[in-house]
């Protein structure tokens, strides 16, 4: 279920959080096993199909987790990880691997019409955090109720944030309610899930319907004016901000009245001076994964200046694979990897440039290659750049309102992380946080509510 839909907001979210305070004060040895139910009724929610394959992935890792321990053998973790690549390239690959496989003159590869499981990017990757972990001697044995919350918890399955298992399985062990700071935990939770409601449905919506249907008409071959090219390509700039950005807020704040801190993911990314600074503050959790667990397993910077090149390009490039199952996700990884490179090369000559130059050049190269993510095909992209530089249909006009205040929210203010821990506790600002979220349950009464973007990922 989404985050921002009424069934969650006015049933499961008051249902979970009375159902957990419950059994946190009566029966606190049953709070951990009874969050793991509520998370799996909620990812099952949407499909319930999808349930079996979450549940038989949490114990079949869990399985081999324990047999390594008892056994020592050291095939098995590596045999485990490549399971679970297998499983998500034949959930979320198969087509575009027969797609390439048919280029090859004399090949014939069937098609399969296979439905991709929510969140299956995300609990692949928890499982490889800690598989890789176990085999390092880093990480040791969880049952089996610890293991499948640190996969399937609720706020995080779907789209994460990707969390370490030493980020929160001590967590688990707490009685949140018994903390001196609970209510203020609670209430700083409550602001987050607010304010990501409000970046999505006010900000990250409102663009949708700058940016989707010019990219629309450039995937019908329609031509495309310069002010509608800009519209759409500053359009999705801002709206995979804040859509994102928005659903991690949700899922941090949701993480919070559950007593759980989750990792941040997002550190004013637009603010970057360059394409490295970008990374470091985009999508954190998942640069953290590309670096300690791709990166590095390639040689990093460690095995020379052309190793690191190459590991970099490499590792964006996958990184891109990982978006979506498309030639164009590729592309934008590829470039982003080329980017990284040029800006290693850069920094490795010693030279330097001005703090606005480098945010221009970081802002300009984001804006230029979110083209190819998001368009759906290369001619759609490129419809698109010929009518950005003037080789469109002849029109300057473009929507802006919706654009500009983004850019003010994501260039200027602090992140919703900062503000509710900056924010003093006083009465009129719970009250106005309470006529935010009743005006965000009109706004969602009234409009269309799209999905998030990442959950296709």
Known sequence: ??????????????????????????????????????????????????????????LVNWLIARAFIRSGRDTLIPLAIAGNLVVLAIFKYFNFFADLANMIPGVSTPHY???????????????????????????????????????????????GPLVRW???????EERPYARPDAAERFARGLMLLVIGLAKKVFLGDQLAEYANPVYQAATAGHAISMGEAWQ???GFTFQVYFDFSGYTDMALGLGLLFGIVLPQNFDSPYRA????DFWRRWHMTLSRFLRD????????????????????????TLGGLWHGAGLTYVV???LHGVGLAANTLWRKAGYSMPKILGWFCMFSFFVLTIIVFRAQSFEAAWRIYQAMFGFGAEG??????????????????????????????????ALAFALLFVIVLFKIGDDVNYEFIYFQF
Request: no cysteine; net charge positive.
């Open 273 to 276: 001076v360059s394409l490295q």
């Open 396 to 429: 300057a006009a473009m929507k802006w309102r919706a654009i500009a205040v983004g850019a003010a929210f994501a260039l200027i203010g602090p992140t919703a992380w900062t503000l509710v821990h900056k924010l003093p506790p006083r009465r009129w600002i």
């Open 232 to 234: 759409a390509a500053l």
């Open 293 to 316: 667990y791709l990166y590095i397993a390639m040689g990093g910077s460690r095995k020379g200046l052309a190793v690191q090149i190459g590991a970099l390009t490499a590792t964006m």
């Open 113 to 159: 019409d296979i439905a991709l499981p929510l969140g299956i990017s995300f609990f692949t990757f928890h499982h490889i955090m800690y598989l890789t972990d176990l085999k390092a001697g880093r990480a040791p044995r969880f049952d089996l109720v610890r293991y499948g919350l640190y996969i399937a918890f609720f706020p995080q399955v779907l789209a």
């Open 166 to 172: 030493s980020e929160i399985m001590h967590q688990f």
């Open 332 to 334: 934008w990884g590829f």
């Open 1 to 58: 279920m989404l985050f921002n839909s009424f069934v969650f907001l006015f049933a499961f979210l008051p249902v979970a959080l009375l159902v957990h305070w419950l059994v946190d004060r009566f029966r606190p040895e049953w709070r951990l096993p009874v969050l793991l139910l509520l998370s799996l009724f909620f990812y099952g929610y949407w499909d319930w199909r999808f349930a079996p394959l979450l549940i038989v992935s949490i």
